[in-house]
């Protein structure tokens, strides 16, 4: 793309951004100062390339999919914080009342406030958690629950269905054991202890051993891919956009905000430390939205800050807000650590 068509480009998508207007070249004309069938050519290039497509109720040209691709990978520069926004997030920053667990969790408040879209925190509390008992309550004559309880009142419970009767004495009897020798373990250090000490013992006192061991190595990676803090900060907020003024779209966004199993989708694997954006059918999490996320470490606890609004959002305020939030926070934890 020659720059006249990147500049059209980046204007075509930020005209749609604020005013979800479709765009003629008539308005591109002025901005240009060119004819408008100049414009028009240019535009009929974008179309080729895929970057804008027709708006099915205007003759207006609309940014495609691919189009908020190319302007977030080439066009798009973030945002510089106002002195308003800064001072808003400070001030929860310098709050010294607040542990730091809400302080991320007020932060996200005030990004939701800001942006107008929903943000959610996926935190694992996994570190601070340590084991305080295990449980085993037959239900019937080959299944079972395995019951997972840590210090801080956590609960998660797994079925389990068994080939044979016999197990289940064998698994009571591996559950005292590590009752015995794990209470008090973080929990995410349990499946390691439970590899190298355990394993061992049973192997010597239990046939079937590795059946056994499976089912509470099972329960354990269960209970720490479950034990997350789920936080919304503007749940309602991205139902506020026109996009969402159909009640079956917004119900079905709802929905899966409701459902813990979605969520965890929009969880960031990757720790590089760069904040991602993921557009409409590039976010597993419904093809109607742009995620936007970052990992974030914080006093031994991890998790992801996600920004999820409609494929028109301020790709610029959000990556800014971010970028901001992100610095902070390592400052924080370098403070902390230093």
Partial sequence: MDERQNKLLKAIVESYIKT?????????????????????????????????????????????????????????KPKELTGEDVLKLQTIFKNKELELSDTINKTVEIISELTNYTSIILGKSSNENTLKQVSIIPISENKIVALVCTDKGIVE?????????????????????????????PINEVGKRLEFEIKPIISRQIKQYEAVYNIFADAFSDFLNKSHNVYFGGKTKIFDEPEYNDAFAIKQLA?????????????????????????????????????????????????????????????DRVVGLLSYLQKTLNEIEEDHHG
Avoid: W
Avoid at 29 to 48: P, Q, W
Avoid at 161 to 171: K, Q, V
């Fill in 20 to 76: 979800v207007k479709p765009i003629g070249s008539k308005s591109l004309c002025k901005k240009f100062n060119c004819s408008s069938a100049t414009i028009r050519n240019e535009m009929s290039v974008l179309e080729e390339f895929g970057f804008i497509e027709k708006n099915h109720i205007s003759s207006g040209r609309i940014p495609s999919e691919a189009g908020y691709k190319y302007y977030v990978e080439h066009l798009m």
């Fill in 157 to 185: 419970n797994k079925q389990f269905l068994l080939e044979n009767e016999a197990e289940i004495i064998e698994i009571v009897k591996t559950s005292e054991i590590i009752n015995k020798m794990l209470v008090g373990t």
């Fill in 255 to 315: 929905s899966k905000f409701e459902d813990k199993d979605f969520i965890k989708k929009i969880e960031e694997d990757d720790n590089d430390g760069n904040i991602k954006i993921y557009i409409g059918e590039e976010n597993e999490f419904d093809p109607n939205v742009t995620i936007i996320k970052s990992k974030y470490r914080l006093n031994g606890e991890e998790g992801t800050i996600a920004i999820v609004g409609p494929k028109r959002m301020e790709y």
